[in-house]
Structures are given as structure tokens and as C-alpha cells.
């Protein structure tokens, strides 16, 4: 997969880096996690999982940012005994981040508020 950021969206390549090393900071990103499991069952089947996991920040107040993070798995699986392969999607999960803003600074507690 292939990103591109225009130059005119980047104000300064030092403060984007320290933005993608901040778990809190307010910027959308998605991570795709791919697993793969062997040998299931008698007919060694497998199994592929793809996680898309979008991390989205919005503001609720002036004061109160909230950060959504869900899980959403893609799944492709043969089948273990005989039959034919299936695909699908399996629960999502959702977790709900709060943020407090003070003084320019943004604050972040480490357990979800909410998980739907």
C-alpha cells in the first residue's frame, strides 16, 4: 500500500514525526494487521485475518477531544472438516478514547471511557 501527503498539507516534517509517535495526537490513521493461522483441523486448513484498525479524533468541546478506535476483522478461512471456503466480517469493536485540552496541552487517560 502506498500514502502520498502533498507538500502543502505538511507545515513542518519535524512536528509530523513527533505527531506519528504520539498515540493521542490529532491525526486519522488506519493499521492493517494481517494473520495467518495453519493447520486447523483434519484437513489442515488456514485461516487469514486482516485487521482494520482506523484511529479517528474528533472534538466534542473546546475543552474535550475523544479519540475512536475500532476493530473491524476481515476474515478468510477454509474450511477445517470438508466443505468449501468462507469469508466474512466479525465483530467490531469500538473504543472510545477521552481527551481534556488545557492550556494548549492535550491529556489523555489510558482506559477506554466506553467500548461498544
Do not use: C
Not at 1 to 12: K, S
Not at 65 to 70: D, G, K, L, Y
Not at 81 to 93: D, I, Q, S, T, Y
Not at 97 to 112: A, D, H, I
Amino acid at each position: 500500500m502506498t500514502i502520498q501527503v502533498h507538500a502543502h498539507l505538511v507545515q513542518n516534517e519535524g512536528e509530523l514525526a513527533k505527531k506519528l509517535q504520539n498515540p493521542v495526537a490529532n491525526l486519522i490513521s488506519v493499521r492493517l494487521q494481517s494473520n495467518w493461522d495453519f493447520g486447523i483441523g483434519p484437513a489442515d486448513a488456514l485461516r487469514y485475518t486482516l485487521n482494520v484498525q482506523p484511529v479517528i479524533p474528533f472534538s466534542l468541546t473546546s475543552n474535550w477531544n475523544f479519540i475512536t478506535r475500532t476493530i473491524m476483522p476481515v476474515i478468510h478461512a477454509e474450511s477445517p472438516v470438508k466443505g468449501g471456503p468462507e469469508w466474512g466480517l466479525r465483530f467490531a469493536v469500538t473504543l472510545l478514547f477521552p481527551k481534556r485540552v488545557t492550556r494548549g496541552k492535550e491529556r489523555s487517560k489510558s482506559q477506554p471511557w466506553t467500548r461498544v
